[in-house]
């Protein structure tokens, strides 16, 4: 069995199909095929979140891709040519993309997102119902957030992190305070942004909550029972109850875990070591990060 650090160094070992350029295509992107196609008909456009390292979403994707998805890795920030910000990040990446897809022939594209990819997936799959028929939240929010950089530590920016057709979407304030965040990182011994993020959740506008209902498709969410991050929890319960509320009518599953970081991923990076409970629970989290993998493939072979 690999250990963390063995899994740490873990390299890109496919090659995509197919390469995506911004002038060429109007997305950046890698187009990963199986070399057994167990979910014809499908495919799968994977984003990271706001980490920006678009080589771990690839990554990412090639676990799946080697259980028989065909998925698409699309960087949408922090690659040259696109923002390098969280400042009205364009939407219509994730469009051009699926258009891309649907053309060769895959009926039904689904979203996977984590973090700042999960709200991006989230968003994008209320924009798009006509297009996207799946969407897998991983760490989610329940709102379109403030535009911000990471310079010389983060800086909030007047407007949206993300905008559509040219104009940016409703956007919930934050409470960014570097006393907040100090404190709370030392207290949880990790990288702790939640003091931002819990008063937008609980009480953002009508207008900058995600119009989830509107997803046309079943809805997967999957996080940690407490998110150091941001309060991934919380958002997943708002999530839950709109939809109920709003009579969704496709399915919405929700999985917690109590050994888990704001990097449920099946691949370990060398940045969970910012969080706790990785730190502490390694393996317990490595087995939550592997258990998060699997009922996601399960979701897409049985309820997509």
Known sequence: MKTNAERAQERLTLTPKTEFTLKKDGFIGALYRPERDEYPGKAVIMFGGSDGIYNLTKLVAEQYVKRGMTVLALAYWNEPGLPDGF???????????????????????GLWGISMGAELALLAGSLMPELISCVTAVCPTNICGQGFVKKKGIQQLE?????????????????????????????????????????AVQNA????????????????????????MWPSEMSAEKIRVRLKEKNFSYPCKCVSYKY?????????????????????????????????????????????
């Open 205 to 228: 506008p009508e207008e900058a909550q995600i119009k989830v209902e509107n997803i046309g498709g079943p809805v997967l969410l999957l996080y940690p029972e407490h998110d150091a």
């Open 159 to 199: 407007c949206s992190a993300f905008s559509w057709r040219g104009k940016e979407l409703p956007w919930a304030r934050l409470k960014a305070s570097k006393s907040a965040i100090l404190r709370d990182s030392l207290r949880e011994r990790s990288v702790c942004l939640r003091s931002c993020y819990e008063d």
């Open 87 to 109: 400042e009205k990040v364009p939407v219509d990446s994730v469009e051009k993309a699926v258009l891309w897809l649907r053309g060769q022939g895959f009926e039904k594209v």
């Open 260 to 304: 888990a970081s704001h990097m449920l991923v099946p691949v370990k990076s060398r940045s969970t070591v910012m969080f706790r409970v990785e730190r502490k629970y390694s393996e317990k989290c490595w087995e939550s990060d592997m258990d998060a993998f699997e009922k996601t493939l399960a979701f897409w072979k049985e309820v997509w």
